[in-house]
């Protein structure tokens, strides 16, 4: 048994680390290396919530989507994660009601 668990954390130890990828509305495909990622189980709204704390971008999974968000400060995000509600939150203060509007990431 020892030896079995050896070999497994060997083989783990030596396998390629392979960074996540997304891809955005827009079908922008976006590493997720540099983000910190979060599954969400207590929202109906959202699944997974990814947030780059230096580049200030906010990915989220709605209905098995990801869309993006630029500019999105850490309080905001702080925010959202200790919400009673994150769909709320996000409805009212993240979520883009029209292109160019608060948090887009442009072209």
Known sequence: ?????????????TAPLVSETVETGG???????????RDI?????LQRVCYDRAQ???IVAI????????GVGPDTVDG??????MGQFFNRNIRRTTPGSR???GA
């Open 103 to 105: 948090y887009d990431c």
């Open 1 to 13: 048994m020892v030896r079995a668990l050896a070999m497994l954390l060997a083989q783990l130890a």
């Open 80 to 85: 959202l994660l200790g919400a009673p509600s």
């Open 56 to 58: 200030q971008d906010l």
């Open 63 to 70: 209905n098995g989507a990801y869309d993006r968000y630029c």
């Open 41 to 45: 189980t207590r929202s109906t709204v």
């Open 27 to 37: 079908h922008r495909p976006v590493d997720l290396a540099t983000f910190e990622c």
